[in-house]
């Protein structure tokens, strides 16, 4: 079974701190993602990586950063954190090479982040 | 800009009370329809891919069918294990998620 582990599973961070997530992926995929999750909005794509130190902005990149220096690990950076990213963040990594979006994506279990 | 639009937001049934939930998108170069189911508090897991209009896919109770513009889940014959929000995404270089369905089967 494909298997996605993301370090925490709750967080407290407060205001203004750098917060890392990690995220490490078992099954050699070439792309992973993070993803946050808020009630009302479903999930947006913050960034991707589709090989290593490759990365792409998503929807919602302002405020984060990635790094991915080895194929298995993928890290979301929380540069100064801030209230509204409060959220359910959520890895991702997928089956397949390149770009193109016609393989299925397997989720870590999430990380609640809270900021106070 | 790409949409995926679930309908509905919520939905309440018997255990044994068939239905279908609804999933419409807008995706240019759609190269896969995907449904996820997510249980609170966990992440979404994968449960179907379609490829083509009339595509069809079954795994237990759940039937995921596609046409040109939408795509439904229909859940034969609930269980209250069954309960969970069911989330469907599509995309090109990028996939979109819509908002997704939150079923509750009632024993």
């Known amino acids: 079974d494909v298997k996605v582990t993301q370090s925490s599973r709750y967080l407290v961070k407060r205001t203004g701190e750098k917060v890392f997530l990690e995220c490490v992926q078992d099954m050699d995929h070439e792309n992973m993602f993070w993803y946050r999750q808020d009630p009302g909005l479903g999930l947006r794509l913050i960034y991707f990586s589709y090989d290593v130190k490759m990365k792409e902005k998503g929807d919602i990149p302002e405020g984060y950063s990635v790094s991915r220096e080895k194929k298995e690990r993928f890290s979301l950076i929380l540069e100064s954190a801030s209230t509204n990213q409060t959220s359910m963040y959520l890895c991702?990594?997928?089956?397949?090479?390149?770009?193109?979006?016609?393989?299925?994506?397997?989720f870590g279990q999430g990380t609640r982040l809270t900021v106070v | 800009e790409d949409q995926v639009t679930q309908s509905p937001e919520a939905l309440r049934l018997q255990e044994g009370e068939s239905s279908s939930l609804n999933c419409s998108y807008t995706v240019s170069g759609l190269r896969g329809l995907f449904w996820y189911r997510q249980d609170p508090g966990k992440g979404p897991e994968f449960l179907f891919t379609l490829y083509s209009a009339g595509e069809e896919k079954e795994k237990e109770r759940l039937k995921a069918t596609l046409t040109k513009k939408e795509s439904f889940l229909h859940i034969t014959a609930p269980k209250p294990e069954d309960s969970a929000t069911y989330l469907c995404a599509g995309g090109y270089q990028k996939v979109t998620f819509g908002i997704g369905t939150k079923l509750q089967v009632i024993p």
């Open positions: 991702a990594s997928r089956v397949g090479a390149g770009k193109l979006m016609n393989t299925e994506a397997f």
